[in-house]
């Protein structure tokens, strides 16, 4: 265990904010070693590891310094800029293959969502358009290994509703995975069954939206193209939410 320090987040973000580098050096800590762990799943050696952990934090800390960066929970915020970083460095040096450990880390298995590899940048686009909170459940229990029981005390839940929380979390990225390959429609009369075709696809709408949605798409043909490709896509997937609650 580590030595226990209370303060939240947000209270020490706030002092680091109003220039207390005392609260940079207990979130550093606080922090670190999780960081660590997750940029050891995208780094190839230790030192690679090491100076992207020390980038981000160098990074985050001076956006906070300078009055930006996250209000309440840090850690998102700090796995974001890991990323980045991550991949603008993989771009520099040509190494995309650190793309493909991302399903992994942020879908809960390459296994589960059994994700070819070049689909590691579609994951980590529909990781980032999912709501904060579902973010951090994923984070917290897939990249991170976390059990729900180990889960709930930080997130202000019981063990139960981190289950069902991670269950929707996933359900939500797959849906967002399909979503984020549908491509902006020119016409504004498909813009709005276009919003909703991840999940569409994925059988999470309304009888009534889903029938506007299909509606509009059989008399399409644009839009007939961009869904076979997700129904496609979506044959990767795990059939439906309901699936995994056995
Ligand atoms: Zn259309």
Same mark, same amino acid.
């Given at each position: 265990?580590?030595?226990?320090?209370?303060?939240?987040?947000?209270?020490?973000?706030?002092?680091?904010?109003?220039?207390?580098?005392?609260?940079?050096?207990?979130?550093?800590?606080?922090?670190?070693?999780?960081?660590?762990?997750?940029?050891?799943?995208? *780094?190839?050696?230790?030192?690679?590891?090491?100076?992207?952990?020390?980038? %981000?934090?160098?990074?985050?800390?001076?956006?906070?310094?300078?009055?930006?960066?996250?209000?309440?929970?840090? #850690? =998102?915020?700090?796995?974001? %800029?890991?990323?980045?970083?991550? *991949?603008?460095?993989? #771009?520099?040096?040509?190494?995309?293959?650190?793309?493909?450990?991302?399903?992994?880390?942020? *879908?809960?298995?390459?296994?589960? !969502?059994?994700?070819?590899?070049?689909?590691?940048?579609?994951?980590?686009?529909?990781?980032?358009?999912?709501?904060?909170?579902?973010? %951090?459940?994923?984070?917290?229990?897939?990249?991170?290994?976390?059990?729900? %029981?180990?889960?709930?005390?930080?997130?202000?839940?019981? =063990?139960?509703?981190?289950?069902?929380?991670?269950?929707?979390?996933?359900?939500?990225?797959?849906?967002?995975?399909?979503?984020?390959?549908? =491509?902006?429609?020119?016409?504004?009369?498909? #813009?709005?069954?276009?919003?909703?075709?991840?999940?569409?696809?994925?059988?999470?709408?309304?009888?009534?939206? *889903?029938?506007?949605?299909?509606?509009?798409?059989?008399?399409?043909?644009?839009?007939?193209?961009?869904?076979?490709? !997700?129904?496609?896509?979506?044959?990767?997937? =795990?059939?439906?939410?309901?699936?995994?609650?056995?």
């Amino acid at each position: 265990m580590e030595p226990a320090d209370d303060e939240p987040d947000a209270a020490l973000l706030a002092a680091l904010r109003a220039g207390d580098l005392d609260a940079a050096g207990r979130l550093f800590r606080r922090h670190l070693e999780p960081l660590r762990r997750t940029a050891g799943a995208w *780094a190839r050696q230790p030192a690679e590891r090491d100076d992207l952990v020390a980038e %981000t934090f160098a990074r985050v800390f001076t956006i906070v310094r300078a009055g930006g960066g996250p209000q309440d929970e840090l #850690r =998102p915020y700090l796995v974001v %800029t890991l990323r980045n970083l991550v *991949a603008r460095w993989s #771009r520099q040096r040509s190494r995309v293959e650190l793309w493909a450990t991302v399903p992994e880390a942020a *879908a809960g298995g390459a296994d589960e !969502l059994a994700l070819h590899r070049s689909n590691a940048r579609l994951v980590w686009s529909a990781y980032c358009t999912l709501p904060g909170r579902w973010r %951090t459940v994923l984070w917290r229990t897939e990249a991170e290994g976390g059990t729900p %029981t180990e889960v709930a005390p930080s997130l202000g839940l019981s =063990p139960n509703s981190v289950s069902a929380l991670a269950m929707r979390a996933r359900e939500g990225l797959r849906q967002a995975y399909l979503q984020v390959q549908v =491509p902006e429609a020119e016409d504004p009369g498909c #813009r709005e069954p276009r919003r909703r075709m991840g999940a569409w696809i994925r059988g999470a709408l309304s009888p009534r939206r *889903a029938a506007i949605v299909a509606e509009h798409v059989a008399g399409c043909p644009s839009c007939r193209l961009v869904t076979r490709g !997700l129904v496609e896509a979506n044959r990767e997937l =795990p059939g439906s939410a309901a699936r995994l609650t056995g």
